[in-house]
């Protein structure tokens, strides 16, 4: 690593122009010869827990165009399309898809894997472990939190073979009996529930999940809570390493702004509307309390922040993102 005074001696051999070139390769090149290269965003963000590493790995995202009803029934259309021209100013919602890799005491545990691969390809997440240097097969924990596609999509490839083939697959029993029963009730679904059951049936079909109890830890320092309503056996986290926790809300929340702001509004997807409202409130109600820190999966990337109430419900403050979490 450089030192303060190799620094400064740089910095007066070196124009920053260059010193900026040596850094990062892609400058060096002439600005004719740059027109048109796409600098991709990073979709990796390493952060702490305690002792621990922990890396937001966004696999995927779904960008919508919220419409009353199907998308909250109990505002009125004027009060929905007041709120969403006030927390949405292109009219466009994008959930992003974060997925969470823990390095725990080493080993690696995946919560959620994101959206599966699309023509036959390899899934996200694949690729994204990939550039950590991280195969499938050094996965020893995946934690779903519910079967919707956007979570386990990752979890089975085109060939119908499990990604992570050393991997114990934990899940909630409600949640694996509930998407495999013969007629799930999926009735107060605002959606065409054909694909979503379909996916779930088929990762729950090519894989033994383990079932543990709410309340109990998965492995030690990561507890599974059930925070049922968005569907049945939907699971939240709570990381602890020493004095520090973090809590996994999941999909408690799809969007940081308009949902936040609005808590007592169901989205299309909640399989039961009434008691996921329910759950989604006492949760941020205690979080927004002891301000615990946080990570969604549908939060903006790298998905980690805090809880304050508001006057009409509760807001986001997003964590600080740091270059480089040593």
């Known amino acids: 690593m450089m030192t303060p005074m190799n620094r400064r001696s740089a910095l007066k051999a070196l124009s920053l122009g260059a010193l900026a070139a040596s850094v990062n390769p892609r400058l060096s090149a002439s600005p004719e010869s740059r027109e048109g290269t796409r600098f991709a965003n990073s979709a990796i963000y390493r952060f702490r827990i305690g002792n621990h590493d922990a890396f937001a790995i966004q696999c995927g995202s779904l960008t919508i165009k919220p419409e009353w009803p199907s998308f909250a029934t109990e505002p009125s259309a004027d009060e929905f399309a007041a709120a969403v021209r006030e927390t949405i100013p292109t009219g466009t919602l994008r959930m992003p898809f974060n997925v969470l890799l823990l390095d725990w005491n080493g080993t690696y545990v995946l919560i959620d894997s994101g959206e599966p691969g699309h023509a036959g390809a390899p899934p996200p997440v694949v690729a994204l472990l990939g550039e950590l240097g991280i195969a499938p097969d050094r996965i020893a924990h995946v934690v779903l939190t519910h079967a919707h596609f956007d979570h386990l999509g990752g979890l089975v490839d085109g060939a119908e073979r499990p990604v992570f083939p050393k991997a114990r697959h934990h899940a909630f029993k409600a949640e694996a009996d ?121 939060m903006p990337f790298p998905g980690l922040g805090y809880l304050a109430k508001s006057a009409t419900g509760f807001r986001w403050l997003p964590e600080d993102w740091i270059p480089d979490n040593a």
């Open 178 to 298: 509930f998407w495999t029963a013969p007629h799930p009730d999926v009735s107060k679904v605002r959606l065409d529930t054909t694909d979503m059951i379909r996916v779930a049936r088929r990762v729950f079909a090519r894989i033994a999940f383990e079932f543990p109890n709410p309340g109990a830890e998965i492995v030690p320092g990561i507890t599974a809570f059930s925070s049922p309503g968005h569907t049945p056996g939907h699971m939240t986290l709570r990381l602890t390493s020493g004095p520090s926790t973090l809590y996994h809300i999941s999909d408690l929340c799809h969007h940081a702004r308009l949902l936040l702001e609005h808590a007592s509004w169901s989205i299309a997807s909640d399989v039961d509307p009434v008691l996921a409202v329910k759950t989604r409130k006492e949760i941020f109600r205690n979080l927004s309390e002891t301000r615990e820190r946080i990570f969604g999966f549908h």
